[in-house]
């Protein structure tokens, strides 16, 4: 497997610099939008284009490999499943409100999974020419260079990142205002930067303590979850429980002792399973 997973590493590099290049040169058009399960639930021709590009570079070279793609799903409406194959599961653009109004955390995210397991993460910011990456067991890397999560114990003095999220339904809205609310009495502050992939890669390097999220996807967080995790930070379900690749929730804190504070201090939300 060893073997293997290095040449799936090396093309993995290989698509993320192509997916980037793709969003770089479309960042700064105009761009043409449609919505999909809300009016703040977006896509572009960009999104669609980067997956399109990336899974045929892909199936060329693992003709045999599962996809798992976030606009093929919201295009074919398919109920997920995430089989022990080699899977190959991308978010083109992760933080497509940000690259719709230039903000530049956009991230091109991909991970794989063998055995329902991920086993390695790429998560590219084309516009800030970031490239974090990891390959379970052999630690994270942001451009080379290694990376470690903060180490705070203590909410009190922790950054906790965040996020809206796409949701608009009123229920879900204001349970999730009623935890940032209960976040920011607890905490340092709160910080949302738009993208799951960048808001664990950011946890990784320590520019912020934690992150949690309700109403995410497997392609929003594999990869990133991965980077996280290699660079010492836990991951959980928010409510304590294992991690549930399809749950549609995540926790990522920098220590297990943060983690729990976090948990013991929110609602959890029951988002339904993909
Ligand atoms: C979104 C981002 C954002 C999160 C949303 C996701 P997308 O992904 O990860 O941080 O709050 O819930 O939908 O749609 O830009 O790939």
């Known amino acids: ?5 290095k040449e799936y590493y090396t093309l993995a590099l290989e698509v993320a610099e192509k997916a980037g290049e793709v969003i770089r040169d479309a960042f700064n058009k105009e761009k043409m939008i449609d919505t999909k399960s ?19 570079l892909i199936r060329e070279k693992y003709p045999t ?11 074919t409406g398919e109920k997920l499943e995430l089989t022990d194959h080699p899977t190959w599961i991308i978010d083109p653009i992760d933080g497509t ?54 180490g705070q114990t203590d909410l009190k003095q922790a950054v906790v990142i965040c996020e809206g999220g796409s949701s608009r339904d009123a229920d879900i809205v ?11 009495s607890a905490s340092h502050g709160i910080r949302s930067y738009g993208s799951a992939a960048a808001n664990l890669c950011r946890v990784a390097q320590g520019a912020g303590d934690a992150y949690v999220e309700y109403g995410i996807h497997i392609w929003d967080f594999i990869a990133g979850m991965l980077i996280a995790r290699e660079a010492g930070a836990v991951i959980m379900d928010p409510s304590g429980s294992a991690i549930d690749l399809m749950g549609r929730r995540v ?4 220590t297990q002792s943060l983690a729990s504070q976090i948990s013991s201090v929110l609602t959890h939300i029951d988002m339904g399973r993909d």
């Not at 204001?174 to 920011?184: P, Q, S, T």
């Not at 926790?251 to 920098?254: H, N």
């Open 1 to 5: 497997l060893d073997h293997q997973l």
């Open 38 to 56: 809300c009016a703040a639930d977006l896509v572009t021709v960009t999104d669609q284009a980067v997956e399109k590009l990336v899974f045929s």
């Open 65 to 75: 490999h599962k996809f798992i793609g976030e606009e093929t799903t919201a295009e």
């Open 97 to 150: 409100t940000n690259f719709v109004h230039r903000i530049p955390e956009v991230c091109f995210s991909l991970g794989v999974t063998v055995n329902k397991e991920v086993v390695l993460g790429v998560v590219y910011l084309p516009i800030l020419n970031q490239m974090y990456t990891s390959q379970r067991g052999q630690g994270a890397f942001l451009n080379g260079e290694k990376l470690t999560a903060s």
């Open 174 to 184: 204001e349970k999730k205002i009623a935890n940032i609310h209960r976040l920011v």
């Open 251 to 254: 926790l990522a804190a920098s």
